[in-house]
C-alpha cells in the first residue's frame, strides 16, 4: 500500500461510504445475498474509492449500481480485473 | 486495513462532537447567519418602543396596501418576547395603539370563558383576543393518566393571543370589549372605534374544533380586515433525543394548489395571493385560519426564537402572523380550527389541511405528492387495527407482520440466495484465485458453479431495486409512530411499563441526566433498546454463520451496528422501537427457518453424493 495523505483519505473516505450503505441497509432490514455481480456493490464501491481518484470512481459507481435490474448482466466485476491490477504492482 | 476503519469512526464521531460543540455551534452560526429580527427583551422595548417599531415597520410599509400600515406594529409588539407583566406591554404598546386609548392606569378588563365540549377559550375585553385555547380532550404528557389532567394550552403569550383584529391596519387590540351572548352559540363583543360600533363574534358548535369568526361594523365598508395571531403556538410536548427538531413548529400557507411550509427562520415575510388558510402547528395541535371568502389578500408573518433557546434549531422557532383581506360588505369572515393534527379531524374540513401534518421531500421522485398517502394509509390501518384490539402497541406489530408479508417473496429469495452463497463462498474463493488472471474464463467458471449448486443470482427478483420498496413504508411507520396525535398518550399490554407509545419509553425514571453526546441527555432506563440491540447482534451472528470470522467487515458488522443503533434509538418514540423489536424477531424466525430448509437440502445432496 503506498503512502501519501490523498491515499490515506481515499482510503478513510471508501470506508466512511460503505459503512454508511450497510448502516442504511441495516436500518430497513435489508438483506445482502441476492447479488447479481461479485463483488457487490457496496464493496464494489469501496474498492473504487480506495483504487481510482473521486471523479473516475464515482462513473463507474453510477454505471455499476444502475446495471443491478434483470437485464444488467451478472457475474465477476471488479474495479479493476486482478491481472491488469497486479501488473501495476509489479 | 484496520487502521483506516478505526480512522473513520474517529472522524465520524469527532464531527458529531464538533457539531454538538460550542465551537461547532458559532461555525454553523458563522456559514448559516440566523437572519431574525432583532428580538429585544422586554425592558429593552419598553425602553425604547419606537426605535424597534421603525425599524420593523420601514421595510413592511411598502408592502402592504401602500399605506403606513399599523397591521406591521401589532405584529412588531409580537416580536418582543413574552411580556409577562400586563401595565408593562400596556405602556410599551399605547404609542401603537391608534384605537381609543385606554386610560392610563392599568385596567383589567373582563376576561370571558366560552366553551363547547371540545374547546375552552378564554377572551380578554382588551381586543377581544383569546389569550387561552384549552383543548379539553388533551392533557399534557406529565399528567397524562394521573385522573386530573390538565388540558393543554395552545396559545404561547397571552399577552399577545390570538385573533386580534385589524380594520385598515389599525389594531383593535387595545379596545375595550364588551360581552354579550347571543343566540347559536354566538358571543360577541362590542366597542366603538371612532364613535362607530365594532362587533366581534365568535361562534361556537357542538362537537367541533372549529370556530367561527366574525368582524362587523360599518367601519368595514370597503376596508380592509386583519386577523392578528401575534401569538406563536406554544409547545406541549417534552424534548427528545433531537431537541425537539424531530416535530418542530410549522408556519404553512396554501393557496390554490401552492402549499408552503416553513419550518425555518426568516426575517419577517409577506406574501400575497388568495389564501385557502394559514396553518401554524406544533407536533401534534394546530391552528388554522380559514377565510370564508377566498380572496386576495396578504400573510405577514414573523419567526422568532423561543426563549430560553440554546441553539438555532428549528424545533425552537416559533411563529405568529397576521393575514389581511378586504372586507365583504361590512364583514369579516374567518374559520378557526383550534384541535389536533389528527388526520381524520383534518380530512372531514375538507380544504387539505392534512397536508400540513406528513410531508415528502419533492426532490426525492417527488415523495412530497405521494408519500403522505403512504403515511395516511398506513395510519389509517393503525386505527382500523385499534377499532378491533384497542392497542396501538397490537397495531404497530400487526402492521410489521403486514410488511413482511408483503415483502416476503423478496426477502424469502434474497435470505434463500443468501444462505446457499454461504455455503459456496470457499468454492468460490477458490474459483476465483484459480482464474484470477483470467476474467472470461472465470466468469464462465463461476455460471458454472452457480448453475451446479443450483443457485442463480438471476432468479432472484431483479436485483437489489426491489428490496428499497420497503423503504417507503418503514418511513412511513417512523413518521406516523413519531406524528400521529393517535398514538399520543397510548399505552400497550405488549410492553406494559410503557405508558405513551409517542414518547421515548422509561422503564424507570433517573431523577438525574447521563450525558451522552449527540443526544439531549438519558434521563431514563430503557430496555427496549437493548432488547432490540441484542436481537440485532443475534440476527447478525445468524447470517453470519460459517463464514470467515477473521473478516474485519463481518466484525463491524457484528458489534458495531447494534452498539450504533442501541444509541441511536435510546430516545426513540417506544413505538418505533417495538416496531424494530418485532421486526428483528420475525426475521429472525425467518433466517431460522431458511437456514434450516438449507442445511436439510444440502445435507441430501451430500447424500445421493
Given at each position: 500500500?503506498?503512502g501519501?495523505?490523498?491515499?490515506?483519505?481515499?482510503?478513510?473516505?471508501?470506508?466512511?461510504?460503505?459503512f454508511?450503505?450497510?448502516?442504511?441497509?441495516?436500518?430497513?432490514?435489508?438483506?445482502?445475498?441476492t447479488?447479481?455481480?461479485?463483488?457487490?456493490c457496496s464493496?464494489?464501491?469501496?474498492?473504487?474509492?480506495?483504487?481510482?481518484?473521486?471523479?473516475?470512481?464515482?462513473?463507474?459507481i453510477i454505471?455499476?449500481?444502475?446495471?443491478?435490474?434483470?437485464?444488467?448482466g451478472?457475474?465477476?466485476?471488479?474495479?479493476i480485473?486482478k491481472?491488469?491490477?497486479?501488473?501495476?504492482?509489479? | 486495513?484496520?487502521?483506516?476503519?478505526?480512522?473513520?469512526?474517529?472522524?465520524?464521531?469527532?464531527?458529531?462532537?464538533?457539531?454538538?460543540?460550542p465551537?461547532?455551534?458559532s461555525?454553523v452560526a458563522?456559514?448559516?447567519?440566523?437572519?431574525?429580527?432583532?428580538?429585544?427583551?422586554?425592558?429593552?422595548?419598553?425602553?425604547?418602543?419606537?426605535?424597534?417599531?421603525?425599524?420593523?415597520?420601514?421595510?413592511a410599509?411598502?408592502?402592504?396596501t401602500?399605506?403606513?400600515?399599523p397591521?406591521?406594529?401589532?405584529?412588531?409588539v409580537a416580536?418582543?418576547?413574552?411580556v409577562?407583566?400586563?401595565?408593562?406591554?400596556t405602556?410599551?404598546?399605547?404609542?401603537?395603539?391608534?384605537?381609543?386609548?385606554?386610560p392610563?392606569?392599568?385596567?383589567?378588563?373582563?376576561?370571558?370563558?366560552?366553551?363547547?365540549?371540545?374547546?375552552?377559550?378564554?377572551?380578554a375585553?382588551d381586543?377581544?383576543?383569546?389569550?387561552?385555547?384549552?383543548?379539553?380532550?388533551y392533557?399534557?404528557?406529565?399528567e397524562m393518566?394521573?385522573?386530573?389532567?390538565?388540558?393543554?394550552?395552545?396559545?404561547?403569550?397571552p399577552?399577545?393571543?390570538?385573533a386580534g383584529?385589524?380594520i385598515?391596519?389599525?389594531?383593535l387590540?387595545k379596545?375595550?370589549?364588551?360581552y354579550a351572548?347571543g343566540?347559536?352559540g354566538r358571543?360577541?363583543?362590542t366597542?366603538?372605534?371612532n364613535g362607530?360600533?365594532?362587533k366581534k363574534?365568535?361562534?361556537?358548535a357542538?362537537?367541533?374544533?372549529?370556530?367561527?369568526?366574525?368582524?362587523?361594523?360599518?367601519?368595514?365598508?370597503?376596508?380592509?380586515?386583519?386577523?392578528l395571531f401575534?401569538?406563536?403556538?406554544?409547545?406541549?410536548?417534552?424534548?427528545?433525543?433531537?431537541?425537539?427538531?424531530?416535530?418542530?413548529?410549522l408556519?404553512?400557507?396554501?393557496s390554490g394548489?401552492?402549499?408552503?411550509k416553513?419550518n425555518?427562520?426568516?426575517?419577517?415575510k409577506?406574501?400575497?395571493?388568495?389564501?385557502d388558510?394559514?396553518?401554524?402547528?406544533?407536533?401534534?395541535?394546530?391552528?388554522?385560519?380559514?377565510?370564508s371568502?377566498?380572496?386576495?389578500?396578504?400573510?405577514?408573518?414573523?419567526?422568532e426564537q423561543?426563549?430560553?433557546?440554546?441553539?438555532?434549531?428549528?424545533?425552537n422557532l416559533?411563529?405568529?402572523?397576521?393575514?389581511?383581506?378586504?372586507a365583504?360588505g361590512?364583514k369579516?369572515?374567518?374559520?378557526?380550527y383550534?384541535?389536533p393534527?389528527?388526520?381524520?379531524?383534518?380530512?372531514?374540513?375538507n380544504?387539505g389541511?392534512?397536508?400540513?401534518?406528513?410531508?415528502?421531500?419533492?426532490?426525492?421522485?417527488?415523495?412530497?405528492?405521494?408519500f403522505?398517502?403512504?403515511?395516511e394509509?398506513?395510519?389509517?390501518l393503525?386505527?382500523?387495527f385499534f377499532?378491533v384490539?384497542?392497542?396501538?402497541?397490537?397495531?404497530?406489530?400487526?402492521?410489521?407482520v403486514?410488511?413482511?408479508l408483503?415483502?416476503?417473496?423478496l426477502?424469502?429469495?434474497?435470505?434463500?440466495?443468501?444462505?446457499?452463497?454461504?455455503d459456496?463462498?470457499?468454492k468460490?474463493?477458490a474459483?476465483?484465485?484459480?482464474?484470477?488472471?483470467?476474467?472470461?474464463?472465470?466468469?464462465?467458471?463461476?455460471i458454472?458453479?452457480y448453475r451446479?449448486?443450483?443457485?442463480?443470482?438471476?432468479?432472484?427478483?431483479?436485483?437489489?431495486?426491489?428490496?428499497?420498496?420497503q423503504m417507503p413504508?418503514?418511513?412511513?411507520v417512523?413518521?406516523v409512530?413519531?406524528k400521529?396525535?393517535?398514538?399520543?398518550?397510548k399505552?400497550?399490554?405488549?410492553?406494559?411499563?410503557?405508558k405513551?407509545?409517542?414518547?421515548?419509553?422509561?422503564?424507570?425514571?433517573?431523577?438525574?441526566?447521563?450525558p451522552?453526546p449527540?443526544?439531549?441527555g438519558?434521563d431514563?432506563?430503557?430496555?427496549?433498546?437493548?432488547?432490540?440491540a441484542?436481537?440485532?447482534?443475534?440476527?447478525?451472528?445468524?447470517?453470519?454463520?460459517?463464514?470467515?470470522?477473521?473478516?474485519?467487515?463481518?466484525?463491524?458488522?457484528?458489534?458495531?451496528?447494534?452498539?450504533m443503533?442501541f444509541f441511536?434509538?435510546?430516545?426513540?418514540?417506544?413505538g418505533?422501537?417495538?416496531?424494530?423489536t418485532?421486526?428483528?424477531i420475525?426475521?429472525?424466525?425467518?433466517?431460522?427457518?431458511?437456514?434450516?430448509?438449507?442445511?436439510k437440502?444440502?445435507?441430501?445432496?451430500?447424500i445421493?453424493?
Open positions: 500500500m503506498s501519501g495523505v490523498k491515499m490515506q483519505f481515499r482510503r478513510i473516505l471508501a470506508e466512511l461510504v460503505y454508511g450503505v450497510r448502516f442504511i441497509k441495516r436500518l430497513f432490514f435489508m438483506q445482502d445475498g447479488c447479481r455481480f461479485e463483488p457487490t464493496q464494489y464501491t469501496r474498492e473504487a474509492i480506495q483504487l481510482l481518484p473521486l471523479h473516475k470512481a464515482l462513473p463507474k454505471r455499476r449500481v444502475s446495471r443491478c435490474h434483470p437485464r444488467g451478472f457475474g465477476y466485476d471488479p474495479v480485473p491481472n491488469v491490477n497486479q501488473k501495476e504492482k509489479m | 486495513m484496520n487502521k483506516d476503519k478505526i480512522a473513520m469512526f474517529a472522524l465520524i464521531i469527532a464531527t458529531l462532537l464538533f457539531f454538538q460543540s465551537v461547532g455551534d461555525v458563522k456559514f448559516f447567519p440566523a437572519k431574525n429580527v432583532p428580538v429585544a427583551d422586554s425592558t429593552n422595548a419598553a425602553d425604547q418602543p419606537e426605535a424597534l417599531l421603525t425599524k420593523v415597520a420601514a421595510p410599509s411598502a408592502r402592504l401602500g399605506e403606513d400600515s397591521i406591521v406594529d401589532t405584529v412588531a416580536a418582543t418576547p413574552a409577562t407583566d400586563s401595565t408593562n406591554s405602556t410599551a404598546d399605547s404609542t401603537v395603539a391608534v384605537a381609543p386609548v385606554a392610563v392606569a392599568p385596567i383589567k378588563p373582563d376576561t370571558t370563558t366560552i366553551e363547547n365540549d371540545r374547546i375552552r377559550l378564554v377572551v375585553g381586543g377581544a383576543r383569546i389569550i387561552s385555547a384549552k383543548l379539553k380532550r392533557s399534557y404528557a406529565k393518566g394521573h385522573g386530573d389532567s390538565i388540558p393543554v394550552e395552545l396559545v404561547a403569550d399577552a399577545r393571543g390570538f383584529a385589524a385598515n391596519n389599525q389594531s387590540n379596545s375595550i370589549f364588551v351572548k343566540a347559536d358571543h360577541t363583543f366597542t366603538l372605534v362607530v360600533e365594532v363574534s365568535f361562534v361556537f357542538d362537537s367541533s374544533y372549529v370556530v367561527g369568526y366574525e368582524l362587523e361594523s360599518a367601519l368595514l365598508k370597503g376596508a380592509s380586515a386583519s386577523i401575534s401569538s406563536g403556538i406554544s409547545e406541549t410536548e417534552t424534548k427528545d433525543n433531537w431537541g425537539m427538531t424531530r416535530n418542530p413548529r408556519l404553512s400557507i396554501k394548489k401552492d402549499l408552503e416553513i425555518k427562520k426568516f426575517d419577517r409577506s406574501v400575497a395571493g388568495k389564501f388558510w394559514v396553518t401554524m402547528s406544533s407536533a401534534y395541535f394546530a391552528v388554522a385560519v380559514m377565510p371568502s377566498i380572496q386576495d389578500g396578504a400573510v405577514e408573518a414573523l419567526s423561543i426563549t430560553p433557546a440554546p441553539k438555532d434549531k428549528p424545533g416559533i411563529y405568529s402572523f397576521a393575514h389581511t383581506a378586504n365583504v361590512s369579516s369572515n374567518y374559520d378557526i383550534f384541535g393534527t389528527k388526520i381524520t379531524e383534518l380530512q372531514a374540513l380544504v389541511l392534512n397536508k400540513t401534518v406528513f410531508s415528502g421531500w419533492k426532490l426525492f421522485f417527488g415523495a412530497n405528492m405521494w403522505p398517502a403512504i403515511c394509509f398506513t395510519l389509517w393503525m386505527n382500523a377499532i384490539f384497542h392497542d396501538y402497541g397490537i397495531a404497530i406489530v400487526l402492521i410489521t403486514i410488511l413482511r408483503v415483502t416476503f417473496p426477502t424469502q429469495s434474497s435470505m434463500k440466495s443468501m444462505s446457499k452463497m454461504r459456496l463462498q470457499p468460490l474463493q474459483v476465483q484465485e484459480k482464474y484470477k488472471n483470467n476474467p472470461q474464463m472465470l466468469q464462465a467458471k463461476m458454472e458453479l451446479e449448486e443450483g443457485v442463480n443470482p438471476l432468479s432472484s427478483l431483479g436485483g437489489c431495486i426491489p428490496m428499497l420498496l413504508i418503514m418511513i412511513a417512523y413518521n409512530v413519531s400521529a396525535v393517535e398514538l399520543r398518550g399505552s400497550t399490554v405488549l410492553v406494559p411499563w410503557v405513551d407509545l409517542s414518547q421515548k419509553e422509561a422503564l424507570i425514571n433517573l431523577p438525574f441526566t447521563i451522552v449527540f443526544t439531549s438519558y431514563t432506563i430503557a430496555l427496549l433498546p437493548l432488547i432490540m441484542v436481537l440485532m447482534f443475534v440476527q447478525t451472528k445468524m447470517s453470519m454463520k460459517g463464514a470467515n470470522s477473521n473478516d474485519p467487515n463481518q466484525m463491524m458488522m457484528l458489534y458495531m451496528m447494534p452498539v443503533m441511536m434509538f435510546y430516545n426513540m418514540p417506544a418505533l422501537t417495538v416496531y424494530f418485532f421486526s428483528s420475525l426475521q429472525i424466525v425467518q433466517q431460522y427457518f431458511v437456514d434450516r430448509a438449507n442445511a437440502k444440502s445435507s441430501s445432496v451430500t445421493v453424493k
